[in-house]
C-alpha cells in the first residue's frame, strides 16, 4: 500500500498547477478563490457520503476509484482547451479528495495494530511529504520543456499506475 501511495504522490504535485493551468486555458486569476472555493463545496459535502461509503464497501476500493477519479481529473486537465471545462474539472477534484482523503487514513488504521499506528502514520505522512517536492519538481519541468498540459497527463499516469498496483495488491 506504502508503495502505492508513495508512486502516486509523486505524480502529485502542488494544486497551484491546477490554478496555473487554469489561468493558461483562460479563466482570470480574479476568479480564482471561486475555483477554490467550488472545489472545497464538493470535497466538504461529499466527505462524509464518501466516509459512510467506505463502511459499507471496501476502503481499499474507494481508494482505486478516488484514484482513477484523480487520473480523469489530470487527464481532463492535460485535454481541455478552453475555461468552461475547469469548473468542471475543479468539481470532479472535490469529489477525488473526498473519496480519498480520509478514507485512505481509515484504511490505515483498519491494517496496522493499534501499537503501531502512530509509527505508520509518521511513515505515511513523510512519504507523501518526501515525495511532494520532486512531484512539483518535475510538473515544472514538464510544463516548461514541454508544455503546460504534459504535467497533467504525467500524474494521471503516475496516478493510474498507483491504482492498479493497489488493485493488484
Avoid: C
Avoid at 491546477?18 to 478563490?33: C, D, K
Avoid at 464538493?42 to 481508494?63: C, E, F, H, M, N
Avoid at 503501531?116 to 511513515?123: P, T
Amino acid at each position: 500500500m506504502l508503495v502505492a501511495v508513495g508512486l502516486f504522490s509523486l505524480g502529485n504535485s502542488s494544486d497551484l498547477f491546477l490554478i496555473l493551468r487554469a489561468q493558461n486555458l483562460g479563466v482570470h486569476a480574479v476568479l480564482a478563490p471561486g475555483l477554490g472555493l467550488l472545489f472545497n463545496l464538493v470535497y466538504t459535502s461529499l466527505s462524509w457520503p464518501a466516509g459512510k461509503l467506505s463502511d459499507q464497501i471496501p476502503r481499499r476500493t474507494l481508494v482505486i476509484v478516488g484514484y482513477f477519479a484523480y487520473a480523469a481529473v489530470y487527464l481532463g486537465f492535460s485535454m481541455v482547451r478552453g475555461p468552461q471545462a475547469v469548473w468542471l474539472l475543479f468539481a470532479a477534484y472535490g469529489m477525488y479528495y473526498a473519496m480519498t482523503e480520509g478514507v485512505l487514513r481509515a484504511w490505515i488504521a483498519d491494517l496496522v495494530p493499534s501499537s503501531s499506528r502512530g509509527s505508520i502514520f509518521g511513515v505515511f505522512n513523510w512519504l507523501t511529504g518526501v515525495a511532494a517536492f520532486p512531484a512539483s519538481l518535475l510538473a515544472g519541468w514538464l510544463w516548461r520543456h514541454y508544455s503546460p498540459a504534459a504535467p497533467f497527463f504525467a500524474s494521471a499516469l503516475f496516478s493510474s499506475a498507483a491504482a492498479v498496483l493497489l488493485f493488484l495488491a
